[in-house]
């Protein structure tokens, strides 16, 4: 069984770039979730796909944008770079079935600079 | 507005001493509420969910729901468990809440 995997690690942008960061899910696991993780904070709820279908999204700008394939990997693109978008994103997957709530697996994250 | 807050950002103890994480929540409806753990340079993986249960590495936690709290509690802490823990709350749909995190330090 392969578990959650990101890329890149690590990445270091200039502000007001654009950024794309992947996830690869576990194997069989159909959602995918992002979170940002800023310095000494928990991780922050960004969205999360289901089935190719945004499922969900927290209180961030729509400049924070995904996608998810029909292999269930996914992508999360963020437009206009800003300082502040500075953080480690860290990808989740699960096997949701219907009414229940399943384990959410990470992957390791990418952490992002902004300059 | 869903909330969980961890009162202690550090805590320190002696290997063998009792260790209690505290957690607090904030939902009005029945929250499933979770700790996750993240030791040095791996990932952040789940320690245990309430509704399993469970005990994991010695660990237990206990929902509390007229205090709203979900405190993590080991008898005798190891040095194998130091490392940053997380609560974090499930409340409605599927994303998680979490809180800020404490880093719990185990010392010989």
């Known amino acids: 069984e392969t578990g959650v995997t990101q890329s890149p690690t690590h990445l270091i942008k200039t502000r007001g770039q654009q950024v794309t960061l992947r996830c690869s899910s576990q194997?069989?696991?159909?959602?995918v979730s992002w979170y940002q993780q800023a310095l000494g904070q928990g991780p922050q709820f960004i969205f999360q796909?289901?089935?190719?279908?945004?499922?969900g999204r927290g209180n961030f700008p729509p400049r924070f944008s995904g996608l998810q394939f029909p292999n269930y990997s996914s992508e999360l693109n963020v437009n206009a770079l800003e300082l502040d978008d500075s953080a480690l994103y860290l990808c989740?997957?699960?096997?949701?079935?219907?009414?229940?709530?399943?384990?959410?697996?990470f992957g390791p994250g990418t952490r992002l600079l902004v300059l | 507005a869903q909330r969980v807050t961890q009162p202690e950002k550090l805590l320190s103890v002696f290997k063998g001493a009792p260790v209690e994480l505290k957690c607090n929540y904030s939902?009005?409806?029945?929250?499933?509420l979770f700790w996750y753990v993240q030791y040095s340079r791996q990932r952040l993986q789940l320690l245990l969910r309430?509704?399993s249960r469970e005990s994991i590495k010695g660990f237990t936690a206990d929902l509390n729901k007229g205090e709203t709290s979900f405190h993590l509690k080991k008898p005798f802490a190891q040095e194998e468990d130091s490392a940053m823990y997380y609560c974090?709350?499930?409340?409605?749909?599927?994303?998680?809440?979490f809180g800020k995190g404490t880093k719990l330090t185990v010392n010989p």
């Open positions: 989740a997957s699960s096997s949701s079935g219907a009414g229940e709530w399943e384990t959410q697996y």
């Open positions: 194997s069989g696991h159909n959602t």
């Open positions: 796909y289901y089935r190719e279908e945004e499922n």
């Open positions: 939902y009005s409806g029945s929250p499933e």
């Open positions: 309430h509704i």
């Open positions: 974090a709350l499930q409340g409605g749909s599927e994303k998680l809440v």
